[in-house]
């Protein structure tokens, strides 16, 4: 069956950097394109970034410039790669494949900014 697992997340001061990666199996993870949301206590889930099948990147505006998707396809993995972390970058972040529509989500990892 299909599993996502995300790891990396912890605590951060302001100013610095963290790396999640989210580890796939079940699928043919290199023809998907790969997602990170962000979800804080009683918001929405929020789309960070995606990275395409042919490794195209996008980014949410909030995050564009500091943070960086990418994906090795001989791991199936997807990373993201955070910089100059601000406290309103505190969430769980999740990964997932191919879309909201397939369900296909990790169990998340949480990413706290503090000093």
């Known amino acids: 069956q299909v599993q996502l697992v995300e790891s990396g997340g912890g605590l951060v001061q302001p100013g610095g950097s963290l790396r999640l990666s989210c580890a796939a199996s079940?699928?043919?993870?290199?023809?998907?394109?790969m997602y990170w949301y962000r979800q804080t206590p009683g918001n929405e889930r929020e789309w960070v970034a995606s990275?395409?099948?042919?490794?195209?990147?996008t980014y949410a505006d909030s995050v564009k410039g500091r943070f960086i998707i990418s994906r090795d396809n001989a791991k199936n993995t997807v990373y993201l790669q955070m910089n100059s972390l601000k406290p309103e970058d505190t969430a769980v972040y999740y990964c997932?494949?191919?879309?909201?529509?397939?369900?296909?989500w990790g169990q998340g990892t949480q990413v706290t900014v503090s000093s």
């Open positions: 079940g699928f043919t993870f290199s023809i998907y394109a």
């Open positions: 997932n494949a191919g879309g909201t529509t397939t369900g296909y």
């Open positions: 990275i395409t099948a042919l490794r195209r990147t």
